[in-house]
């Protein structure tokens, strides 16, 4: 298997985080380049833009501006050093967009947390599958779904 790119969706949740250090490694030891990416979620948008009673036309901005400052603070948390790393932000339905950008990369693999941030609850999750489910339906390279790793134990 050769990677050249691969693409990291986040959350910027812990398990975003482990799935972004699993493709770091494999970053490294292929010698790819990381396209991490943020998807801003066009419902929540819709519904913030709603309850402020503003365009989400004017939300975009400040929004755009805060997911760059996340990604850069993410990347310097997980460690990108040494490695080949642009990062995008995007605006649409997560799952979505995550496709499309993976197709129109033409990633060699896209890595995302088994499971994202809190929000959800897991009638939801059953009935309409996370994220990750959504994005293996909708590709035709490898999908690798990171779980969070266990806490260690203390002693």
């Known amino acids: ?79 990108g050093e040494g490695l080949e790393v642009e990062s995008l932000v995007a605006v649409g339905l997560p799952f979505q967009q995550i496709a499309i950008i993976a197709r129109e990369l033409d990633v060699d693999l896209v890595a995302l947390g088994g499971y994202g941030q809190a929000g959800r609850g897991p009638l939801e999750e059953i009935f309409f599958g996370s994220t990750a489910e959504k994005v293996v339906r909708l590709l035709p390279c490898p999908v690798l779904c990171v779980p969070l790793p266990p806490a260690p134990e203390d002693n």
Not at 1 to 11: Q, R, W
Not at 25 to 40: C, N, Q, W
Not at 65 to 76: P, T, V, Y
């Open 1 to 79: 298997m050769d990677l050249a790119s691969i693409l990291v969706a986040t959350d910027f949740s812990p398990c975003s985080g482990a799935a972004f250090q699993t493709a770091a490694s494999l970053a490294r030891t292929f010698r790819a380049k990381l396209i991490v990416l943020h998807v801003i979620n066009q419902k929540r948008l819709n519904t913030l833009a709603s309850y402020l009673q503003v365009d989400h036309d004017n939300l975009l901005p400040g929004l755009r501006q805060q997911a760059e400052q996340k990604l850069s603070d993410f990347l310097a948390r997980y460690n």
